[in-house]
Nanobody, 124 residues
Framework: QVQLVESGGGLVQAGGSLRLSCTAS????????MGWFRQAPGKEREFVTA????????RYADSVKGRFTISRDNAKNTVDLQMNNLKPEDTAVYYC?????????????????WGQGTQVTVSS
């Protein structure tokens, strides 16, 4: 089992940047595919990005491609999300998630563990 804690959310103007971090407990972090999802008010939770266990492969939602970057440090048990050129439509609660799935997955139902979420608000 793994516990996930997100940090780094906040309020930023459109065009600005934020860096989210997710810290995982336990000594088996490298066994998990890690993902970031987000949920805006009144909307379904949606996939943002994911990274494989070794950090050598990533996947992004079309809406964030070229603006967001996911990375992980297995020695520190962390996965980060660098968000640049933020837009008001990026406003949401951002969740870190982990799965023991063998392959990268964009499906939220495949993720077994979730953090509590961190709010990102982008003003226009």
């Amino acid at each position: 089992q793994v516990q996930l804690v997100e940090s780094g959310g906040g309020l930023v103007q459109a065009g600005g940047s934020l860096r989210l971090s997710c810290t995982a407990s336990g000594r088996t972090f490298s066994r998990y595919v890690m993902g970031w999802f987000r949920q805006a008010p009144g909307k379904e939770r949606e996939f943002v990005t994911a990274i494989n266990k070794s950090g050598t492969s990533t996947r992004y939602a079309d809406s964030v491609k070229g603006r967001f970057t996911i990375s992980r440090d297995n020695a520190k048990n962390t996965v980060d999300l660098q968000m640049n050129n933020l837009k008001p439509e990026d406003t949401a609660v951002y969740y870190c998630a982990a799965t023991t799935n063998v392959l990268l997955t964009t499906l939220k139902n495949n993720y077994d563990y979730w953090g509590q979420g961190t709010q990102v608000t982008v003003s226009s």
